[in-house]
């Protein structure tokens, strides 16, 4: 049984026992009320006073049932209590050694500092990719919402240096700063790229102007919540159906066409090809929508004989499993037998 339940019972058991004590001493001894709930608490704590009158055989009986009852029932309250207090504490102490461990090995991972109505939105999508991530966070009511989520996290202040080395900023792939406060989110950008000078840092802007600053401090890219939401919701007037696409191609739970941005590293069998010798498209099944060359120029539409160098991210459309294939694909070298495989393919 829970200690928890084990101790409202005590306590009911308790209450029910000075009920009938007082009871008891008024009924065999005739006293008053005061002086047999007095005599009821002092029997029960064994305190060893001075009985209030003199008993009765009858009320020594009385008093040596009561003395028994009560001290058991104290006994078990106590032993209920340090119970609860002893494994409380343990559990805090292990589960935040567990925790604090679990971030160390991190590597790779966002840190997100700030779990509002926006962080918990990221998240939401971070779990549903399969990404890593640890979520920093001052509250103490969020903290106890972020328990019951589930969700890697710690305690403290996103601006100090410390707090963020214990996050592993050092090893972490990036940073998103969603802290509601846009004097904060600048101030969190600065330390972040003090520790971590190649650090990818995402923060969300409120304020008018506030982009400006976060892009001064470090920040990589500046997202303004109200800007976006507010163009989604004219863009839902204009041109619903171009919207209901794009929810469909880039939301987590739509499972029969993704959109996603795939890196071609340098080692890739198909860097230096062109799409359509690479048979992307016709091996794969996936759409080329753009192509991210490596040195920040997007090429929207690309034409078929467009060259696939090392360092670019391809923009494609397709099944899921059919982008899954492609990621695969392009980690390989040309000496790799499925790579072989596919160009005979298509061929």
């Given at each position: 049984?829970?200690?928890?339940?084990?101790?409202?019972?005590?306590?009911?058991?308790?209450?029910?026992?000075?009920?009938?004590?007082?009871?008891?001493?008024?009924?065999?001894?005739?006293?008053?009320?005061?002086?047999?709930?007095?005599?009821?608490?002092?029997?029960?704590?064994?305190?060893?006073?001075?009985?209030?009158?003199?008993?009765?055989?009858?009320?020594?009986?009385?008093?040596?049932?009561?003395?028994?009852?009560?001290?058991?029932?104290?006994?078990?309250?106590?032993?209920?209590?340090?119970?609860?207090?002893?494994?409380?504490?343990?559990?805090?102490?292990?589960?935040?050694?567990?925790?604090?461990?679990?971030?160390?090995?991190?590597?790779?991972?966002?840190?997100?500092?700030?779990?509002?109505?926006?962080?918990?939105?990221?998240?939401?999508?971070?779990?549903?990719?399969?990404?890593?991530?640890?979520?920093?966070?001052?509250?103490?009511?969020?903290?106890?919402?972020?328990?019951?989520?589930?969700?890697?996290?710690?305690?403290?202040d996103a601006t100090m240096d410390e707090t963020l080395l214990k996050a592993g900023i050092k090893k972490a792939k990036g940073l998103i700063s969603v802290v509601t406060s846009d004097t904060e989110n600048v101030y969190i950008t600065l330390t972040a790229r003090g520790l971590n000078p190649d650090?990818?840092?995402?923060?969300?802007?409120?304020?008018?102007?506030?982009?400006?600053?976060?892009?001064?401090?470090?920040?990589?890219?500046?997202?303004?919540?109200?800007?976006?939401?507010?163009?989604?919701?004219?863009?839902?007037?204009?041109?619903?159906?171009?919207?209901?696409?794009?929810?469909?191609?880039?939301?987590?739970?739509?499972?029969?066409?993704?959109?996603?941005?795939?890196?071609?590293?340098?080692?890739?069998?198909?860097?230096?090809?062109?799409?359509?010798?690479?048979?992307?498209?016709?091996?794969v099944g996936v759409i080329i929508v753009g192509i991210k060359k490596s040195h920040g120029k997007m090429v929207f539409n690309p034409h078929p004989q467009a060259i696939i160098d090392g360092g670019d991210t391809l923009i494609v459309l397709g099944e899921p499993s059919s982008i899954a294939r492609?990621?695969?694909?392009?980690?390989?070298?040309?000496?790799?037998?499925?790579?072989?495989?596919?160009?005979?393919?298509?061929?």
């Amino acid at each position: 049984m829970d200690p928890v339940r084990h101790l409202k019972i005590s306590v009911f058991v308790l209450l029910l026992l000075v009920t009938v004590g007082t009871g008891g001493f008024m009924v065999i001894e005739k006293w008053n009320f005061l002086d047999a709930l007095y005599m009821t608490v002092i029997t029960m704590g064994t305190v060893g006073f001075k009985e209030v009158h003199d008993l009765s055989d009858g009320g020594k009986m009385f008093t040596m049932g009561m003395i028994v009852v009560g001290v058991s029932v104290l006994g078990y309250i106590v032993g209920s209590l340090a119970q609860i207090m002893f494994e409380g504490q343990i559990q805090r102490i292990m589960g935040r050694k567990r925790v604090e461990k679990m971030i160390d090995s991190l590597n790779g991972h966002y840190i997100i500092c700030g779990f509002g109505r926006i962080g918990s939105l990221i998240c939401k999508e971070f779990k549903a990719n399969g990404l890593q991530f640890v979520i920093v966070e001052k509250s103490v009511e969020t903290l106890e919402k972020l328990d019951e989520e589930g969700y890697l996290h710690m305690r403290g202040d996103a601006t100090m240096d410390e707090t963020l080395l214990k996050a592993g900023i050092k090893k972490a792939k990036g940073l998103i700063s969603v802290v509601t406060s846009d004097t904060e989110n600048v101030y969190i950008t600065l330390t972040a790229r003090g520790l971590n000078p190649d650090l990818y840092i995402l923060a969300r802007s409120g304020e008018e102007g506030s982009d400006i600053k976060l892009m001064r401090a470090g920040a990589n890219k500046v997202v303004s919540p109200y800007i976006i939401g507010g163009s989604r919701m004219a863009q839902s007037v204009l041109r619903p159906n171009v919207v209901d696409f794009i929810e469909i191609a880039t939301g987590s739970e739509h499972l029969d066409l993704q959109m996603e941005e795939i890196g071609i590293p340098g080692h890739s069998a198909f860097a230096g090809e062109t799409l359509i010798s690479s048979g992307f498209r016709k091996g794969v099944g996936v759409i080329i929508v753009g192509i991210k060359k490596s040195h920040g120029k997007m090429v929207f539409n690309p034409h078929p004989q467009a060259i696939i160098d090392g360092g670019d991210t391809l923009i494609v459309l397709g099944e899921p499993s059919s982008i899954a294939r492609l990621k695969d694909l392009v980690e390989r070298t040309a000496f790799d037998s499925v790579v072989k495989n596919h160009r005979k393919e298509n061929q």
